[in-house]
């Protein structure tokens, strides 16, 4: 028997049937070379062994089911796929990878620590354990690691066979952003579960972990959780009896209220929506849902299972009188003198690690330091691949961006950044931290009913969020030449180029970056904009790139009820373009002076994607689905003591008559281009900075007060060019009352009645972006702070030379 029409079939028929073929049991049902024989004919769209066939037919009959079809009685089903329902052979399915991630990556405050500790997480993530599954990356340089990897899975879990020969690479459903989810035969679930998570400890001595697995019927994977007898289990006959009742709800969500908020055609009519919402539930979401439930319980310290507890994560005895590491939490055991590194450090193994494998990560450091060699201690690191090396490899399949970001310099002569202060070179010493996450990246979820379709997903999701950022690199940033260093460690000196940007992290839908700040909030708008055109397919993913290609279909279905664009957007809301992706991103920007401390930076900018992400939530009811972004500048460390919400409400809200609210963040990406092009025509007219304070200042004394000083010291710019620039893209731009037929001027403000809000009772107010304007001055590039900025690297040349 040939594979029917599947000479091109997907992992998942592959893995469905390795899973089925070999059975309950710790030894395969059929023998291994029958095994591998099926895999290879299946893959090629041979004919596969007789001993098996009738399994094959099965899992194609599975995968044959249309996307759509969802029976209307489990008689109807049990009628129709009378084969399916008598499979008693389970199939494996494992969830699992890092945990508190930011805790562990951050624990340090040096840059090489940093980068150290994400790249380890990335090795384990998308090296180590696609090793346990015989997967190897395209670079053979990982080759040597992989079968190390193996080794360890095999003499690590005692079994009577080896549990890598259970394990073929499309088992893989993915395995990114710091996760992994996985089939694998039923009888492994546990032995493969406890290795990942003895991997991550193994590795990495003080990250946490977990995974968890469970087994299912093969009709599961299609039709989600079913009962024992199957006969037993709810289905949609039940369903629309009971929709409206709150534990029903809870489950399978609240039916009228998404009637009430859904902006497409597939909610409006209830009788369809029912059925909708049930097959949406009742798939192969229902077992991801299950593993995710498990995993939280896991991580929580809940032993639910016969497997070893996690409930006690790693701990390393110290001593006050014993040294410690630089971190302050674990006692050092070795002291490393210049001039192997620049200045003394204190290590325990666990921040060796992670600086070794920094020190990996830099470009052109194929060997381990002498230090390392020298501490006598066992664990060793691969090369790793930094986000440099790939971010390089990618603008190598972009001939144009790769010349827009080197601009005719030789990529070997450029180094990495070894500190911030190298970053905050390029600007003034103000770095930037970018935060972003996934917009309705859930809800998405939510409505994916096969492991084809969460594999093709997840890979769409990793593909658009990476080339966004290096597209947004590449678009706004050159390599700096070094100028006026004043730092105490030693490495690059004057007139050294640098690359100005450190990519903490890009997993999944998660991005952590460290960016000059006068580029910051360009960068920021950019990614928001490729990561949705990328999904849209509007932008090509590589010039010379044919293999990555978006698969999914992310467009959102046009509502025939028109959306009201002056409800989402206060910056020229008629020029806004409607929101064309269903999924997007919400982006936190902190600005702040390199030496801020890097734990303190993290928490205010997780504060600041968490505020975009409530205006995101809030936009959406108006019919906006695109990126958001609220970003904080901060001057000074004694600025803002915990909490950026409590902050704005004390000292930038001011409960006068009318209200008024000093600030105008969030915002869409659309009105981020508007202020930054605000703060351009402020430069463009030479506006005097004194007076910007000014005006500022005036405008907690109410608002006609800030109005009428604003209209004093407008009228005073040279008329022409100057005036017209900045009535064209600040009042005319931002302050139009919201009534058309009203012709009068707020500027500086904006009026709010708090039509997205829940709680009405603070409005309506008056806000205004003037306040952010002046924040922002000193950090959006123009042209004459660029020149700026080369005229001082070429004095400090000259005095070099």
């Not at 109807?76 to 052979?89: A, F, M, P, R, V």
């Not at 290096?470 to 690359?499: C, F, I, M, S, T």
Request: charge should be neutral.
């Amino acid at each position: 028997m040939k594979t029917n029409n599947m000479e091109n079939p997907s992992s998942i028929v592959i893995a469905i049937a390795w899973c089925l073929a070999w059975g309950n049991e710790r030894k395969p049902k059929f023998a291994l070379a029958v095994l591998q024989q099926m895999r290879q004919a299946l893959k090629h769209g041979e004919e596969v062994p007789e001993k098996v066939r009738f399994l094959v037919e099965q899992v194609q009959q599975l995968q044959g089911i249309h996307k759509n079809y969802f029976p209307e009685s489990l008689n109807e089903l049990k009628s129709k796929y009378s084969d399916l329902w008598n499979q008693t052979n389970r199939i494996g399915l494992v969830y699992g990878g890092a945990t508190k991630i930011k805790q562990y990556v951050f624990e340090s405050s040096k840059i090489q620590d940093i980068r150290g500790a994400s790249a380890l997480l990335d090795r384990i993530n998308l090296i180590d354990l696609p090793a346990f599954f015989n997967k190897n990356p395209k670079s053979n340089q990982y080759t040597i690691q992989c079968n190390e990897v193996r080794e360890w899975l095999n003499d690590t879990i005692p079994i009577d066979s080896k549990l890598s020969e259970a394990l073929i690479s499309e088992l893989i459903i993915y395995s990114t952003g710091g996760n992994i989810l996985a089939f694998c035969p039923s009888a492994f679930v546990d032995d493969l579960t406890n290795a990942i998570e003895k991997r991550y400890t193994e590795e990495t001595l003080t990250a946490n972990s977990c995974a968890v697995g469970d087994t299912f019927r093969l009709l599961e994977i299609r039709f989600g959780l079913l009962r024992e007898p199957i006969e037993n289990t709810l289905w949609l006959d039940w369903y629309r009896q009971k929709y409206k009742e709150p534990l029903v709800q809870a489950y399978f969500g609240n039916l009228e209220k998404n009637l009430e908020n859904s902006k497409t055609e597939r909610f409006n009519n209830l009788a369809v929506s029912v059925e909708d919402a049930f097959a949406d539930r009742k798939s192969f979401n229902e077992l991801t849902a299950k593993l995710v439930i498990l995993f939280n319980q896991r991580r929580s310290g809940h032993d639910l299972s016969n497997r070893p507890s996690r409930c006690y994560p790693p701990m390393f005895e110290t001593h006050p009188y014993l040294m410690r590491d630089e971190g302050e939490r674990r006692s050092a055991v070795m002291i490393v003198q210049p001039p192997e590194l620049p200045k003394e450090s204190h290590f325990s193994e666990a921040s060796a690690r992670k600086h070794l494998v920094g020190y990996r990560a830099k470009k052109g450091e194929p060997t381990q330091p002498k230090w390392y060699d020298n501490s006598q201690l066992t664990w060793k690191s691969i090369r790793v691949e930094g986000w440099l090396d790939k971010y390089n490899s990618f603008l190598d399949k972009n001939p144009s961006l790769k010349q827009q970001y080197y601009a005719g310099l030789k990529p070997d002569d450029i180094e990495i950044s070894q500190n911030l202060s190298h970053i905050g070179n390029a600007s003034k010493d103000f770095i930037a931290y970018i935060y972003a996450d996934g917009n309705n990246i859930g809800g998405y979820i939510q409505k994916i009913r096969t492991p084809q379709e969460y594999q093709e997903f997840s890979r769409d999701v990793e593909l658009a969020t990476e080339y966004a950022v290096y597209q947004a690199l590449a678009k706004n940033l050159n390599p700096h030449k070094l100028y006026k260093l004043n730092d105490e460690e030693k490495g690059l000196e004057n007139g050294d180029l640098v690359h100005p940007f450190e990519i903490i992290t890009i997993g999944g839908d998660d991005i952590i970056l460290i960016v000059p700040a006068n580029k910051a909030l360009a960068i920021a708008q950019t990614i928001g904009e490729q990561f949705e055109k990328i999904l849209l397919k509007q932008v090509p993913l590589g010039e010379s790139i044919e293999s990555e290609k978006i698969i999914g279909d992310y467009k959102i279905k046009q509502d025939s009820k028109p959306i009201d664009l002056k409800k989402c957007h206060r910056y020229k809301p008629i020029e806004a373009l409607p929101s064309q992706c269903q999924l997007s991103t919400s982006i936190g920007v902190l600005i702040t002076a390199y030496n801020t401390p890097i734990y303190y930076a993290k928490d205010l900018t997780e504060q600041l994607l968490k505020s975009a992400k409530e205006r995101a939530k809030k936009l959406k009811k108006a019919g906006y689905c695109g990126g958001t972004v609220d970003f904080l500048t901060m001057k000074s460390v004694t600025m803002i003591s915990s909490d950026i919400k409590e902050f704005r409400k004390q000292a930038l809200t001011k409960n006068l008559k009318p209200k008024l609210k000093l600030y105008a963040a969030p915002y869409t990406l659309h009105e981020l281009g508007g202020l930054i092009r605000v703060i351009e025509a402020l430069k463009n007219v030479k506006f005097p900075k004194s007076q910007l304070y000014q005006i500022q200042s005036l405008l907690e004394r109410g608002k006609q007060t800030a109005i009428l000083n604003y209209r004093y010291f407008r009228v005073r710019l040279k008329q022409g060019k100057q005036s017209f620039d900045l009535q064209e893209q600040f009042e005319q731009a931002w302050c139009q009352p919201k009534d058309s037929n009203n012709k009068g001027n707020l500027a500086p403000w904006m009026y709010d009645d708090g039509t997205l809000e829940d709680d009405k009772s603070d409005y309506p107010l008056f806000e205004t972006i003037w306040r952010d304007v002046v924040d922002l001055y000193d950090f959006i590039a123009s042209p004459d702070d660029d020149n700026d900025a080369i005229e001082a690297q070429m004095a400090t040349t000259q005095d070099d030379l």
